[in-house]
């Protein structure tokens, strides 16, 4: 076999092994991009999660034993996740909330599916929850006494690219606010007529 014989298979073996090796690191940096893709969009739609939460909350506190509170509630959590596409909501808990933010009981909440909606009429949820063991009529709204309220969101998180062939991701997130005092109107003050004396 001739130099130039030699020089050609060395030269075929080189090209065959920059191929081999441009594919295998292609696919890792695909693989990469991907990822953090799925990743960095799951963390923003759990931010989503977050503020929905707050903002049921929010609600709640304000709307206190209002008889339309927890469809307030309702429509304020699926207001903030109305434009996400990859998270599922599964589950909508109304709950009076101990010191550390958790529920007391399960003898104190109210369940909805995540697809309850409400019917604007009556103000009133058109599917009847799940768990309804806290209604707001015997929520408590005294000073100093106020229910602190809790609302749970347990939801599912679709990935994009669903390279690891898991499918989605389970979650849950919930924000606790006191329920809100009502302003009482002040005693009305007497107004008393002072006549000047003269000396």
Same mark, same amino acid.
Request: glycine share 8%.
């Given at each position: 076999?001739?130099?130039? /014989? &030699?020089?050609?298979?060395?030269?075929? !073996?080189?090209?065959? *092994?920059?191929?081999?090796? =441009?594919?295998?690191?292609?696919?890792? %940096?695909?693989?990469?991009?991907?990822?953090?893709?799925?990743?960095?969009?799951?963390?923003?739609?759990? %931010?989503?999660?977050?503020?929905?939460?707050?903002?049921? #909350?929010? @609600?709640?506190?304000? /709307?206190?034993?209002?008889?339309? !509170? +927890?469809?307030?509630? %309702?429509?304020? @959590? *699926? #207001?903030?996740? #109305?434009? $996400?596409?990859? @998270?599922?909501?599964? $589950?909508?808990?109304?709950?009076?909330?101990?010191?550390?933010?958790?529920?007391?009981?399960?003898?104190?909440?109210?369940?909805? =599916?995540?697809?309850? *909606?409400? $019917?604007?009429?009556?103000?009133?949820?058109?599917? #009847?929850?799940?768990?309804?063991?806290?209604?707001?009529? &015997?929520?408590?709204?005294?000073?100093?006494?106020?229910?602190?309220?809790? @609302?749970?969101? +347990?939801?599912?998180?679709?990935?994009?690219?669903?390279?690891?062939?898991?499918?989605?991701?389970?979650?849950?997130?919930?924000? &606790?606010?006191?329920? !809100?005092?009502?302003?009482?109107?002040?005693?009305?003050?007497? %107004?008393?007529?002072?006549?000047?004396?003269?000396?």
């Amino acid at each position: 076999m001739g130099t130039s /014989m &030699v020089m050609w298979h060395k030269r075929r !073996a080189s090209r065959g *092994q920059a191929l081999v090796e =441009t594919a295998l690191f292609l696919t890792i %940096l695909l693989l990469m991009v991907t990822g953090g893709s799925d990743i960095s969009t799951l963390l923003d739609d759990h %931010l989503n999660i977050v503020y929905a939460a707050r903002e049921g #909350a929010r @609600v709640g506190s304000i /709307m206190g034993a209002n008889s339309n !509170a +927890d469809c307030a509630i %309702l429509g304020a @959590v *699926q #207001a903030a996740l #109305a434009d $996400d596409r990859n @998270v599922t909501l599964h $589950d909508i808990i109304i709950y009076s909330a101990d010191q550390n933010g958790l529920p007391i009981s399960i003898h104190q909440e109210e369940e909805y =599916t995540g697809a309850t *909606q409400c $019917d604007p009429t009556t103000g009133q949820p058109t599917i #009847a929850p799940i768990v309804n063991n806290w209604p707001a009529s &015997v929520r408590t709204t005294t000073a100093f006494l106020e229910d602190s309220l809790g @609302v749970e969101l +347990d939801y599912s998180y679709s990935f994009q690219f669903n390279l690891l062939g898991g499918g989605s991701f389970s979650g849950a997130d919930h924000a &606790v606010m006191p329920i !809100a005092v009502p302003l009482y109107p002040t005693p009305t003050a007497r %107004l008393w007529r002072v006549t000047p004396t003269w000396g």
